[in-house]
C-alpha cells in the first residue's frame, strides 16, 4: 500500500454506510477524510436485513461486539415462500458465520458516525452538496447549510449519496437501469405488545410482486411489498389499502395476525432497482456503495456491499493520490465484477418463481435482462 500525505483533502458525500465506511477505512490509512450528509441525524431507512456474510466487515470496522449492546436484534434465518406454496429455510445454524441481524437503521448509522468521528473523520451532518467542479488543480464543491451556502475544496471526491448517484450523475456518469422494482414500505407495531418471535426474514411472492418482512427492536415489525413502479396499484399508498393487500396474503398476513401489527404511518413508496453506473470512477472521483451499484432488496446484499466496498475504494484512492494510475481502474473492475455476478445471481432466482407468468411483473423477470428496464 502506498503512502500519501495526511494533508490530502478526501470528501465523502454522504453519509450512510458506504460513505462511513470508505471515511473510516480512510482513516485508518492515516488520512482526515470529510464527510457531507444530507440528514442533521441519522434517521430510519428501510432495510434491515444483515446477513451472517457481513461478518468479516463488521469486524474489521470495530463493531462486530457492538451490534447485541446497541440492540439490535439476532437473526437466525431466512423463510421464502417462493416458485411453490410451501415455505423453504434457510437456517444460519447450517452456515460458518453465525447468525445475521435485524438492524434498527438510524441506531446503526449513528453507530457508523459515531465510530467515524472516534477514528478522526471531519463528520458534518446538515450539509448537502449541490455543486461540484474541478478547477484550478481541485475540486470546488458547493453546500448548503442551514446557515447559507459555502465553498470547500477537495483533492478527490467520493460519491456516496446512495440510488440518487447525486455528485457522479454531475460528473457527467450514466445510471443503467435494470428493472423497475419499487417497494412500499410500513412500519408495524405489536398492539399488544406481543409481537412475534419470529427472527427469520420471510419473503413471499404473490400474484402482483412479493413481500418481505422482518421482526425488528421494541416490538415493531417492517413488512415492504415490492412491485414495479407502472403496476403500483394507487390503493396501496394509503395504510388501508395496503394492509388489505397484506391480510391477503398467506404467510406475511399470519404473522401480521399472531403478532397483533398494526401501521404506525402511512405507507413509503422507495425505489429499489437495480443500477450501476456506466463509470464508477474517474479522474480523482469514485462512487462507492447503492450510487455505484445498486441491488434489488431480494438480494440483501446493499448494506454488506456498501460497507464492504468502502474498503476496496479507500485502498483505491490512497494508491490514486500517491500516483498510482492502476488503482482506479482496478476499483472499476471490482465493482462491475460484482454487479455482473448479482445480475447472473437475481436471474436465477426470479427464474425459480414460475407461477403467474402469465403477470407482468413476473413475465418481465423471465425475459433477458437488458430488455427490462
Ligand atoms: C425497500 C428497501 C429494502 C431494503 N432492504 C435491505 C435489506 O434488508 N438488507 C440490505 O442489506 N439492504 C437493503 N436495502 C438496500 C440498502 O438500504 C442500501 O443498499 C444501503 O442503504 C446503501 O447504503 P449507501 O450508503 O450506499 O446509501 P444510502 O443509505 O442511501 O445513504 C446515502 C446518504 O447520502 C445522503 N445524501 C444524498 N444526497 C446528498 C447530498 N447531495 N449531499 C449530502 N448528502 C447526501 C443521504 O441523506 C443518505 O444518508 C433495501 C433497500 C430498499 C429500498
Known sequence: MASVSESRRVVVVG?????????????????????????????????????????????????ADQLQRDGHLPSYGNRSVW?????????????????GWQLDRARFEARLMDRARAEGVDWRGGVRLVECVWRDECWTLIVRTSSGDATLEADFVVDATGRASRLARRLGARQLRYDRLVGTACLLKSRSGNGIKDSFTLVEAVRS????????????LMAVFFT?????DHEVLK??????????????????????????????VLAAHGS?????????WLAVGDAAAAYDPLSS?????ALGAGVYAASAIVDSLAGSRDAL???????????AQYLIRHEEYYALERRWLDELFWKRRHEPVAQRA
Open 239 to 268: 395504510a388501508d389499502g395496503w394492509f388489505a393487500l397484506l391480510r391477503e396474503t398467506e404467510h406475511t398476513g399470519r404473522r401480521v395476525r399472531e403478532g397483533d401489527y398494526d401501521p404506525l404511518a402511512e405507507p413509503r
Open 228 to 232: 414495479d413502479h407502472d403496476l403500483l
Open 15 to 63: 453519509g450512510g454506510a458506504a460513505g462511513a465506511s470508505v471515511a473510516i477505512n480512510l482513516a485508518s490509512h492515516g488520512l482526515k477524510p470529510m464527510v457531507l450528509e444530507t440528514l442533521r441525524e441519522p434517521e430510519s431507512k428501510v432495510g434491515e436485513c444483515l446477513p451472517p456474510t457481513a461478518a468479516p466487515i463488521l469486524q474489521r470496522l470495530g463493531l
Open 301 to 305: 446484499y446493499g448494506i454488506s456491499a
Open 83 to 99: 416458485g411453490a406454496p410451501a415455505p423453504v429455510e434457510r437456517d444460519f445454524i447450517f452456515g460458518t458465520q453465525g447468525h
Open 276 to 284: 450501476c453506473l456506466d463509470v464508477v470512477a474517474g479522474e480523482r
Open 329 to 339: 481502474p482496478a476499483y472499476r473492475r471490482i465493482i462491475e465484477q460484482s454487479f
Open 209 to 220: 410482486g412479493w413481500w418481505y418482512s422482518a421482526r425488528l427492536p421494541d416490538e415493531k
